[in-house]
């Protein structure tokens, strides 16, 4: 069972009318930051989510190493490397027990 604290931090309602609205609970804290960001996008405001600002954070810290990267003119591939051939066998792989 979901306590009621976990459940008011997935609840958001919309507005269409002064005295109308259509409350919502959403299933997971995931799906509840999706919802809030497409709202808000759709309504013209920023994103501002929890994960967002994970993704925001993520896309930031792999610019700052692309950076510096550069910086060291190290040449990144423009595509990535091939992916190798599987193994003829799998022996190689130890069953402890």
């Known amino acids: 069972a979901t306590c009621d604290s976990e ?13 109308e609205t259509l409350n919502f609970i959403a299933p997971n804290k995931y799906e509840y930051c999706i919802w809030i960001d497409g709202l808000s996008a759709l309504l013209g ?3 501002s989510s929890e994960l967002t600002k994970s993704d925001l954070d993520t896309l930031l810290s792999m610019e700052m190493k692309l950076r510096l990267l550069d910086l060291e003119n190290i040449q990144i591939p ?6 190798p051939k599987e193994p003829s066998s799998y022996d190689f792989v130890y069953h402890y027990g």
């Open 7 to 19: 459940v008011l931090e997935l609840a958001f309602s919309i507005l269409y009318d002064p005295d």
């Open 78 to 83: 423009e595509a990535p490397p091939p992916v």
């Open 45 to 47: 405001k920023d994103m």
